[in-house]
């Protein structure tokens, strides 16, 4: 069984601030993908890495995948309230189609 | 909007009771995939299903089952519900290509008490 473990589980900071959440296992994914979901709606696809040591930025947020395909990484930079979310992160393994998520990193961002 | 229709937005029903959840994929979406959320244990993969068949299963009690049908909505049908069940459960619809991403509904509440 492919398992993410995300770190850390909760994050409350200030904003302004800069922060990195992580997106752990011990299986090599094909692609990851990371996701934000708010209260009441379902995830929402922020971006999709398939290359081992791929960087991919949307605005201030900086997206990683590991160099063995087995973690991944996510940066925001200065960071503001609307970010406020849970973060999940998400694998495809080799010729799968279905996705295994993280538990999420619940983020907070205080004006 | 993501395109995906889940309902009903919220359903309260009593142990034992089996209830049914309904799933519009996007339009032209063929897999739909079934995920529950609750607060201790994230999204967890129940179901997949492409263009009518079950392609992928997941951590599905044997209570519980689905299908697609011809049309591609999907429905998941829960039952001999008990309280632990209470949770999120979501419906997500992707074209079935390497890498396509998910898109999700906004869930069906299930409260058993």
């Known amino acids: 069984t492919q398992l993410l473990e995300q770190s850390p589980q909760f994050l409350s900071i200030q904003e302004g601030e800069n922060l990195t959440v992580y997106c752990n296992s011990s299986s090599v994914f094909s692609s990851l993908q990371w996701y934000r979901q708010e209260p009441g709606e379902g995830p929402v696809l922020l971006v999709t890495v398939v290359t081992g040591g791929e960087v991919k930025k949307l605005k201030r947020l900086t997206f990683q995948f590991g160099d063995a395909r087995k973690d991944s990484s996510l940066h925001i930079t200065a960071a503001q309230p609307g970010d406020t979310g849970l973060y999940l992160c998400?694998?495809?393994?080799?010729?799968?189609?279905?996705?295994?998520f993280g538990q999420g990193t619940r983020l907070t961002i205080n004006p | 909007d993501s395109g995906v229709t889940q309902t009903p937005k919220h359903l309260i029903t009593a142990t034992g009771q089996r209830v049914t959840l309904r799933c519009s994929p996007r339009?032209?979406?063929?897999?739909v995939y079934w995920y529950q959320q609750s607060l201790d244990q994230g999204l967890q993969f129940l179901i997949q299903?492409?263009?009518?068949?079950?392609?992928a299963k997941g951590n599905i009690l044997e209570r519980f089952s689905a299908q697609q049908f011809p049309d591609l909505h999907s429905e998941l049908n829960l039952s001999s519900l008990e309280l632990g069940d209470s949770a999120l459960y979501f419906c997500?619809?992707?074209?079935?290509?390497?890498?396509?991403?998910?898109?999700f509904g906004n869930g069906t509440r299930l409260t058993v008490t």
């Open positions: 299903y492409y263009n009518g068949e079950e392609r």
């Open positions: 998400a694998g495809a393994g080799q010729g799968a189609q279905k996705l295994v």
């Open positions: 997500a619809s992707s074209g079935g290509q390497p890498y396509s991403p998910l898109h």
């Open positions: 339009s032209g979406d063929l897999s």
